[in-house]
T-cell receptor
Framework: GAVVSQHPSWVICKSGTSVKIECRSL??????MFWYRQFPKQSLMLMAT?????????EQGVEKDKFLINHASLTLSTLTVTSAHPEDSSFYIC????????????FGPGTRLLVL | RKEVEQDPGPFNVPEGATVAFNCTYS??????FFWYRQDCRKEPKLLMS???SGNEDGRFTAQLNRASQYISLLIRDSKLSDSATYLC???????????FGTGTRLKVLA
């Protein structure tokens, strides 16, 4: 099966700092990657869709200047939470989709962010 | 109304029991349907895709009813290891976006 990795798996930071999360597809090329956020006891909420070589598409209510997404290659997308605040503490999960054919998304293991 | 709705549970069932979950969706143009499993503090993992003809994978059977806009998941002979949250996922026509339900929590008891 397809493998997606995320790094770091968890991070604790002070309020006001920026945090960068990497998402990699290890054994396939991902033209599209997705970033989700999950708060406790809630479902995954799509934050943005990231296409290789183009600007990310953000969902309504997600600040693009706060959550910077870069998808510079077919195997790597990064999410940077800028000037993180305690309310940004959450479980961030990326997923990747193989090429244009097929719709199954493969999820990374997630990154737990705690902002103090 | 939420786009994808599930009963959050929890469903507490004894080992060996048969349990069924339903999920309703509001967008009739929805194109693809999946069941994912999520363990506590882990990422979702694909359990199975759901087709109109129904599909079965071992103890798991998934069904899609387009007319009534719901999908179901049946688990037979429940195991302790089946304890998890089961997420219903729907995609819309023309997009690859996943819309997740809130999940149904299952706890299989010894």
């Amino acid at each position: 099966g397809a493998v997606v990795s995320q790094h770091p798996s968890w991070v604790i930071c002070k309020s006001g700092t920026s945090v960068k999360i990497e998402c990699r597809s290890l054994d396939f090329q991902a033209t599209t990657m997705f970033w989700y956020r999950q708060f406790p006891k809630q479902s995954l909420m799509l934050m943005a869709t990231s296409n290789e070589g183009s600007k990310a598409t953000y969902e309504q209510g997600v600040e693009k200047d706060k959550f910077l997404i870069n998808h510079a290659s077919l195997t790597l997308s990064t999410l940077t939470v800028t000037s993180a605040h305690p309310e940004d503490s959450s479980f961030y999960i990326c997923s990747a989709k193989r090429g244009p054919v097929g719709e199954t998304q493969y999820f990374g293991p997630g990154t737990r962010l705690l902002v103090l | 109304r939420k786009e994808v709705e599930q009963d959050p549970g929890p469903f507490n069932v004894p080992e060996g029991a048969t349990v069924a979950f339903n999920c309703t969706y509001s967008n009739s143009a929805s194109q693809s349907f999946f069941w994912y499993r999520q363990d506590c503090r882990k990422e979702p993992k694909l359990l199975m895709s759901v087709y109109s003809s129904g599909n079965e994978d071992g103890r798991f059977t998934a069904q899609l009813n387009r007319a009534s806009q719901y999908i179901s998941l049946l688990i037979r002979d429940s195991k302790l290891s089946d304890s998890a949250t089961y997420l219903c996922v729907v995609t819309s026509s023309g997009t690859y976006k996943y819309i997740f339900g809130t999940g149904t929590r299952l706890k299989v008891l010894a």
